[in-house]
Antibody
């Protein structure tokens, strides 16, 4: 069965960077991409961007352009999200989700990774 | 502020039917498909509806959805306590070149 398993919670100081992993299984990694979506406390869902599992092509939401890097490693079927220059309002649960293309439905999601930014 | 507009909460008695609305614009719902997700606290969101009104394999037949113009809706019939969750609509936005979501609707089964 399709599974996306994310790395554990992180606590970071303002200005630092965080890298979250999303290890996938149960499907052909290179036939899909991975979107990243976050949810801040008490807020709704916010799409951050998408990266191809085939060639690493990326599409970023304007809000995060220049501050986030999405990558994939086909040898381990894993996607990564790195967010830099962290601020307190980056405190959120970050989710990865599978989607064939940037504008395709994301059908399976990871369990989420809590990133806390605090001094 | 979310790009798509949903009511913050809805409530209904067990066994009844509830509808959740999602309003957008011509750059998202009006021109692209709508997906619906169920989100339970601490869990991964779950796809309920895709391409406006299609149910994924294994989805409950108590679910239905529709779209008209720039609005969409999700209906859940035969409400059960396990339906208590947050529900989100989502659509691709051609102007923003991004996925946009509704703010979420908290369903309470009375």
């Amino acid at each position: 069965q399709v599974q996306l398993v994310q790395s554990g919670p992180e606590v970071k100081k303002p200005g630092a960077s965080v890298k979250v992993s999303c290890k996938t299984s149960g499907y052909t990694f290179t036939k899909y991409g991975i979107s990243w979506v976050r949810q801040a406390p008490g807020q709704g869902l916010e799409w951050m961007g998408w990266t191809s599992g085939y060639n690493g092509n990326t599409n970023y939401a304007q809000t995060f352009q220049g501050r986030v890097t999405l990558t994939t490693d086909a040898s381990t079927s894993t996607g990564y999200m790195e967010l830099r220059s962290l601020r307190s309002d980056d405190t959120a649960v970050y989710y990865c989700a599978r989607g064939r293309a940037v504008a395709s439905t994301f059908d399976y999601w990871g369990q989420g990774t809590l990133v806390t930014v605090s001094s | 502020q979310s790009v798509l507009t949903q009511p913050p909460s809805v409530s209904e008695a067990p066994g009844q039917r509830v509808t959740i609305s999602c309003s957008g614009s011509s750059s998202n719902i009006g021109n692209n498909a709508v997906n619906w997700y169920q989100h339970l606290p601490g869990k991964a969101p779950k796809l309920l509806i895709y391409f406006d009104d299609l149910l994924p394999s294994g989805a409950s037949d108590r679910l239905s959805a529709s779209k008209s113009g720039t609005s969409a809706s999700l209906a859940i019939s035969g409400l059960q306590s396990e339906d208590e969750a947050d529900y989100y609509c989502a659509s691709w936005d051609d102007s923003l070149n991004a996925w946009v979501f509704g703010g979420g609707t908290r369903l309470t089964v009375l």
